[in-house]
């Protein structure tokens, strides 16, 4: 595969060169990959705005010896409900963490990719929402038997920190 095109949520950025930046997406047909944006950090880059955390965007990317380019994106939503106060950035940075640890790369998972979706619109409204995100999350994946309910905000943050192995970095900054 040369030629990659896809609709994709945008969960991590690393900082590389000057002006460029490694960016982890969660595609729809692709599950997660990792791409190249060159230039992106520089101040005329169109694109820039379009590569923030948890937006949906659609995008072109060449396949290269090493990893994909990024050649073009289109901004499909930015979830700007969601990134109005910190409350809900916390959800935001939570949700991009939690899908980037326990979701392995190259994986195809289109129920997650509605899941994300439906949350990203909806976690804003109420706190069980995002309670009810991860939940269904690690059911999904078989880490959690859905049977079961969750007792509390703090046992469901207990499961998804023993099922990554660590502690959630967003709840140790927004905290």
Known sequence: MHYLRDRAFVL????????????????????KIEVVARGVRKIYSRRAPSVELLNLIEFQAVRTSKNFILTEVKLVSSFEGLKRDLENIEKAFTMCELIDAVMPFGEEHRDIFNLIERAAAKVVENERNMVFFQAKLLTLLGFWDGRESFRSPDHVRSVVEQTIERKLKSSAVFT
């Open 12 to 31: 991590r950025r690393v900082n590389f060169g000057d002006s460029d930046r490694y960016i982890t997406l969660f595609t729809h047909d692709h599950g």
